[in-house]
């Protein structure tokens, strides 16, 4: 487990920031509008805004798509519409295939996570296509055989199909990542000091020898426990003053129960 009061991130990259908006999305022969609205909305949740469709058949029309886009709207409406596949990755620097199956022509594959940062990197030199099959057939061989990589993205043994919309979030968020556009949010009050967190301490050592939890043989050795688990938390002083409260009222509780009760 790493440290609370350590921060990490993973893979950022300063120069990778803007690579981003040069992740296109191609979606090919898709069959159904409402998946294409999905991914517009998984694209706009991560900053991506390049889309092209390559001859959708959308056999349910188009209201789906922008049922299912919700605020990705503006992603949906600035899609491109090209007759073959080869025109939506011409100025491309690399085609990205994605594919569930294993084979001949489907090897060298990686996880969207492992692949991240050299597509990124590889976006500084020009759009990036991301390419996505059709529902029901996925990406044919020839296509395939156009790459120049394949992602797979990593499921259970009894069930390997993705939904359209699905596959496109989680490509999206692991490049999103990569890119170092999320940093994660931090702590912004700072640690309890030192005297105050001993204080605590002391606190509930009284607290719980009154309840009984603890003998005072003992006490030490339970206070090493209590310790450490305060320790694995970067407690704040508005921590170390809730914590101190409870043991303050459970020790006026223990107090007030073992004093005795007058005869009736």
Request: one cysteine or more.
């Amino acid at each position: 487990m790493r440290p609370s009061t350590q921060r990490f991130v993973i893979g950022k990259i300063p120069s990778l920031l803007p690579m981003i908006s040069n992740i296109r999305i191609v979606l090919i022969g898709t069959l159904y509008s409402g998946n294409i609205g999905s991914v517009c909305r998984a694209m706009a949740n991560f900053g991506l805004t390049d889309l092209v469709l390559v001859s959708p058949v959308c056999a349910d029309g188009w209201a789906e798509a922008s049922k299912f886009a919700v605020h990705g709207a503006s992603v949906l409406e600035g899609r491109r519409t090209v007759a073959t596949f080869d025109e939506s990755v011409a100025d491309c620097a690399a085609v990205v295939g994605t594919t569930a199956r294993l084979g001949l022509y489907r090897q060298h594959v990686r996880t969207p996570r492992e692949a991240a940062p050299g597509l990124l990197a590889l976006a500084g030199g020009g759009p990036v296509a991301l390419v996505f099959g059709r529902e029901d057939k996925g990406l044919l061989n020839d296509e395939i055989a156009r790459c120049t990589h394949l992602l797979r993205i990593p499921t259970g043994t009894d069930y390997t199909s993705i939904n359209l919309g699905q596959a496109a979030l989680l490509c999206a968020y692991e490049l999103f990542l990569a890119s170092g556009s999320y940093e994660p949010p931090c702590e912004k009050a700072p640690p309890a000091p030192a005297a105050h967190r001993l204080r605590l301490l002391e606190l509930w050592r009284e607290m719980l020898l009154l309840i009984g939890f603890m003998t005072p043989e003992k006490a030490d050795h339970m206070m090493q426990g209590v310790q450490r688990i305060f320790s694995r938390g970067a407690l704040t002083t508005d921590d170390v003053n809730i914590l101190m409260g409870v043991a303050r009222q459970a020790g006026w509780a223990a107090r007030a129960n073992s004093k005795p009760k007058p005869e009736p």
